[in-house]
Structures are given as C-alpha cells and as structure tokens.
C-alpha cells in the first residue's frame, strides 16, 4: 500500500531535549516536505527537499532542521524544542512535477 | 505566505443538504487542489482543476475556477455524517519549490 509513515504520532517532551520526528514514504517520490498544523494559521511549510542531498527551508523553518540522506527517509530534527514548537506535524510526498500530494497520518508534539 | 484563502472558516449543515465552500487566492497558478483532513488525521486529496477548465467533477465533488476572479469554489452535494471534516485549497507555492500553499480551511460539520 503506498502510504507515507510518521512516527511518533504522539509526542510530550520538556525544553530543549532534542528530537526526531520520522518520515518514510515507499512511493519513491522525489519530492518530501514537513508541514507544521497550529489553529487559525493552517499548514505551514517548515523545510522541503527536491531529491536525496537537496533540502531547503520553507516558510517557517527556525528551529528546525532536516536531512536526506535516502530518498525513501525525510527526518525532522529539532535540536532544543521550545513550547512554541508545540504543533501538529505533517510529512508529505510527491513526485516532481505530479501535483497530488501524500501526507502522513501526523504527529501532535507537546514541548513543556 | 498565505496563498489561498478558505470561506467561510466553518459551516454546519443538515445530512443531505450541499455544502459550498470558497477558496481566493492571490497570484496566477496552473492549477488548484482541494483536500480533505478528517480531525488530527492528514490531509488527503480530493481533486484538481487546472487553469484552462472552468469546472471539475468527481462523484459528489463539483468543483469550479475563475481565474479573474482568483477563486475556486467546492461543492458537495447530498452530504453525509462522514463528511464532516476540514477542507483546505491548495496551489503552487510558485518559484523552484514545486510545493504547495494552503489555505486555513473550512470546518464543514454535517448534522445528522
């Protein structure tokens, strides 16, 4: 079944105690994101990566970061989590140049 | 940046009735998506409609663009209790990102 997985899908975790969000997708798409979910300001897009080896911020992307090292695994890292990074995350996937996007299932992180 | 906008924010209809919701964005695109989030879940994708077709249907989706206007419209007819879930537009985020912005999305909650 073509599907992209997140995990955890649950998270608490204190301040600046670093963590890894996850993301593996068996579509062989090129193209992955990571989309932060807060109410009353929809999805932003925090980082993307074009192809394995290729990352880019996106429009929210402060203390975050993000590697590539495979095309099938997208990790989100967070170095020292704030409360303000406390959202709902999605990872989504896409073929370049196709249109429809695949989004994980999400990951509700709590940073206290 | 905020590209599409959804309205209205929520809405709350009776089972069977047609639910229409609007999406404006800002800057010229190829194409506009629509997708579904059922609550916490991620967000799956319904239907695209590209700049040159007026209007686009999939089983109980109809929907349409007006490129003067910067708008797109969804409707779903016959609605049902599973259809209670937020809708988000979606168009591409523009430069060499190949990505997507999407809107803040409207709640529908279908009464049974």
């Known amino acids: 079944e073509a599907q992209v997985t997140q995990n955890p899908r649950y998270l608490i975790t204190v301040t600046g105690k670093k963590l890894t969000v996850t993301c593996s997708q068996n579509m062989n798409h090129e193209y992955m994101s990571w989309y932060r979910q807060d109410p009353g300001l929809g999805l932003r897009q925090i980082y993307y990566s074009m192809n394995v080896e290729v990352t880019d911020k996106g429009d929210v992307p402060e203390g975050y970061k993000v590697s590539r090292k495979e095309k099938r695994n997208f990790p989100l890292i967070l170095e020292s989590p704030s409360p303000n990074q406390t959202s709902l995350y999605f990872c989504a996937s896409r073929m370049t140049g196709k249109t429809e996007a695949f989004f994980g299932q999400g990951t509700r992180l709590t940073v206290v | 940046s905020q590209q599409g906008e959804e309205d209205p924010q929520a809405l709350s209809i009776q089972e069977g009735e047609n639910a229409t919701m609007n999406c404006s964005y800002k800057?010229?695109?190829?194409?506009l998506q629509w997708y579904r989030q059922n609550s916490g879940r991620g967000l799956v994708h319904l239907i695209l409609?590209?700049?040159?077709?007026r209007e686009k249907h999939s089983g109980r989706l109809r929907v349409t663009l007006d490129t003067s206007k910067k708008s797109s419209s969804l409707l779903i007819t016959a609605s049902r209790a599973a259809d209670t879930a937020s809708y988000f537009c979606a168009t591409p985020s523009g430069g060499g990102a190949d990505g997507l912005t999407f809107g803040k999305g409207t709640h529908l909650i279908i009464q049974p």
């Open positions: 409609i590209r700049s040159n077709e």
């Open positions: 800057t010229s695109i190829n194409n």
